[in-house]
């Protein structure tokens, strides 16, 4: 099998859902809420770190309301560009607030088995396939996640096992999702620092990030606060995800949740300057809607879509990295509707700019991973970032004297210039494009079984650069060390 | 220039698809005094078929084969007239005659499934387009092919192909050259109904059934 390469996307077509006025309305909006009605910190560590910066603290109802103006210096502190590291540097990621990278949805519960088809629950060899078919799909640029949780092996230490299975299958960059309390974040850190070689190192070459959850709307989830805390003292980048969901943790309004989107996104960023300036913090947001029929979570609809980039746009206002929740359809299986969810809720982003785009390869909203579903979601991302390179105009692909040589009713097919430019063109992988008979006599087969063929050709055959030896010893050490005193 | 690096030449040519120096370097190579028939087997034909491979690993795609049946061709309209003077031949999967239907202006198709026959060595004669059932009739007596490729693009022109089949019946033809149909609107069951021997849905497939027909 050729190893494909792929450019992430910085999107040449021009987009808007929101205007400047619309932006600074919602900005100034947000500030009031922070300053007046404040924002509830669930951590007497992050309190003390406000009161320290002048904030008013309310210890019983543990909110704090944060002045305009520091909302406003923090914002001009964190950077507008920085790295997330890979195990190996070829997959270093240069994040800025322009080029659009896909990652992995994050912690699905349950998998489509690659053999049987059926439904099974999650566990820790799925994350170590996944992130190897990750690793081979050019599209993918770091894993969110796990990508699903492993839950053949102990609560108290099922992070660190995630991490370690996620570096046997990837050298890219990893983004832990389930490390939310202090005691689990300095475990994952030391696992960071081991791989980057030491703590310092760790500081300049990243391999991990962290993102942590909101608790909308208007507050933060308490471990999660604590466990940034600590990245933020280590440098590692972290980000943070309101999903207010309108209707039920927003206004129903999109306007009212892009308030409280921003709110939830801007807040935890003024704390993390304040611990250590200039950390890098990136947006992160999943802003949705209410089913209103059912009160579920809606996972793709065309609120989903204008919301991630409208808050794109917000985040290109205050010139923070956003990652957008994106990939993550409501359908239950890779069909029609994860289709169209996807390519919707990658398209927005893409043609916003936006940073990060997590959520290739899950099902029934980010609960069902399907390896399929990776290899399709990568398809569909490469068809968006193709589309978002738009048309260039120049003399040469204008072509005007090979048109004019060729004449009426000539055909362009022999032509040097076709040559030049026909590799251009976009080519699928799993897309089916065979003539009927040919379809008709494999089978029937469509994207769903080429992908099926491909997921087992790359767990068979990719191979991943292993984990050093010293790095497993070590690795068993402290996953050891903290199974002995989190396990009590 | 010496006989390898002249062949070595023709190969580059169809490798690159340099279809000005077809002719120049057949000429070339009968005025250095080589054999035609192994200038086209050693030279041009070797090309072609790393061009095939290359094309069946994904690493060269459609024009490609298009621009190599050209070099080719420009190649070969120099020296089968040697050939012929020697009274030599070379070694062709057979004879085919290629036309779009009468009425039927469309050549795109035809024309790749022509190129890509010519690449994977068959002798294509390509009568253009809206070809009346009489020149194909005529024509056939002419240059006895092996098959004979109707192309309709249109629902409206596909009882053309229909009407060369009858022809071909009714003056004793129809046993000694095989009928290909093709077009987007013809399907298997088409070619069936009208008697026609092989279909195809494109140029690749079309090389495959056009072998399978003269037995290669």
Redesign the interface.
């Known amino acids: 099998m050729k190893k494909r390469t792929f450019q992430p996307p910085c999107s040449k077509l021009k987009f808007e859902v929101l205007s400047a006025h619309d932006i600074n309305k919602i900005h100034e909006a947000a500030l009031e809420v922070m300053e007046e009605t404040g924002v509830r910190f669930p951590s007497h560590r992050a309190l003390d770190v406000f009161e320290e910066a002048g904030c008013e603290v309310d210890r019983d109802s543990m909110i704090a309301r944060l002045p305009a103006d520091l909302v406003i210096r923090s914002l001009r502190q964190a950077p507008t560009r920085f790295v997330l590291a890979g195990r190996d540097p070829k997959d270093d990621l240069f994040i800025d607030d322009r080029t659009s990278h896909l990652s992995t949805d994050g912690c699905a519960v349950d998998v489509y088995d690659l053999q049987s088809g059926e439904l099974r629950r999650s566990n820790r060899e799925d994350i170590v396939n996944a992130c190897k078919i990750a690793d081979y799909l050019p599209e993918i640029s770091y894993i969110w996640g796990p990508p699903v949780s492993a839950q053949d092996v102990p609560a108290h230490i099922r992070p660190l096992h995630e991490i370690e299975a996620s570096m046997e299958g990837t050298t890219m960059h990893i983004q832990p999702e389930t490390v939310i309390n202090r005691d689990i974040a300095h475990y994952a850190l030391e696992m960071a620092s081991a791989v980057a070689g030491g703590k310092e190192k760790l500081r300049e070459r990243p391999v991990f990030s962290y993102m942590q959850c909101a608790t909308d709307p208007l507050g933060q989830d308490g471990g999660s606060l604590e466990a940034s805390m600590v990245a933020a003292e280590w440098g590692i980048p972290t980000g943070f995800m309101p999903m207010p969901m309108s209707c039920a943790t927003a206004p129903a309004t999109m306007a009212g949740n892009l308030v409280v989107t921003t709110v939830d996104a801007v807040s935890p960023l003024v704390l993390m300057q304040l611990i250590n300036p200039g950390t890098p913090v990136y947006f992160a947001a999943a802003p949705t809607a209410l089913d209103i029929q059912t009160g579920g979570y809606t996972g793709g609809g065309p609120e989903d879509f204008l919301l991630a980039a409208a808050f794109s746009e917000i985040c290109h206002f205050y010139q923070i990295p956003l990652a957008v929740g994106g990939f993550a359809t409501g359908a239950k299986l890779p069909d029609w509707q994860a289709a169209v969810d996807n390519s919707f809720a990658g398209l927005m982003p893409v043609l916003t700019n936006t940073s990060i785009i997590n959520g290739a390869g899950t099902l029934n909203g980010s609960k069902i991973f399907s390896l399929q579903a990776l290899i399709m979601d990568a398809e569909i991302y490469n068809i968006i970032a193709k589309t978002s390179q738009g048309i260039n105009v120049n003399d040469e692909t204008l072509a005007v004297d090979l048109i004019k040589q060729t004449g009426p009713g000539g055909n362009y097919l022999a032509a040097k210039h076709t040559r030049r430019h026909m590799r251009d063109l976009w080519r699928p992988v799993v897309y089916d494009r065979k003539p009927y008979g040919s379809w008709e006599e494999s089978g029937r087969r469509g994207a769903y079984e080429e992908a099926t063929d491909l997921a087992r050709w790359i767990i068979d055959n990719h191979e991943v650069e292993p984990l050093p030896e010293e790095v497993k010893k070590e690795f068993a050490e402290i996953i050891k060390k903290a199974d002995r005193e989190l396990g009590r | 220039m010496d006989k390898n690096e002249l062949l070595n030449k023709m190969k580059t040519a169809v490798l690159e698809?340099e279809?000005e120096d077809g002719e120049g370097l057949a000429k070339e190579a009968l005025s250095a005094g080589l054999d035609p028939l192994e200038c086209i087997e050693q030279g041009f034909v070797a090309g072609i078929n790393e061009v095939g491979d290359l094309y069946e690993q994904?690493d060269m795609?459609?024009?490609?084969l298009?621009?190599a049946a050209?070099v080719m061709k420009e190649a070969l309209n120099v020296l089968e007239p040697e050939l012929q003077k020697s009274q030599q031949s070379r070694d062709i999967h057979g004879r085919v005659l290629i036309g779009s239907v009468a009425n039927d202006i469309h050549?795109?198709g035809k024309?790749?499934v022509a190129?890509m026959l010519t690449a994977s060595g068959f002798d294509v004669t390509n009568l253009g387009i809206d070809v009346p059932t009489e020149t194909f009739i005529s024509k056939a007596r002419e240059l006895t092919p092996d098959i004979m490729g109707l192309s309709a693009l249109l629902t409206t022109t596909m009882p053309e192909q229909q009407k060369v089949v009858e022809a071909l019946e009714e003056e004793g033809l129809k046993d000694k050259i095989k009928v290909m149909v093709g077009g987007a609107p013809v399907?298997?069951q088409w070619a069936s109904k009208i008697k026609a021997d092989g279909f195809a849905?494109?140029a690749v497939?079309a090389v495959k059934v056009a072998k399978g027909l003269v037995g290669k």
């Open positions: 698809g279809i994904g795609f459609l024009p490609e298009v621009a050209e050549d795109i024309d790749i190129s399907d298997k849905e494109n497939e």
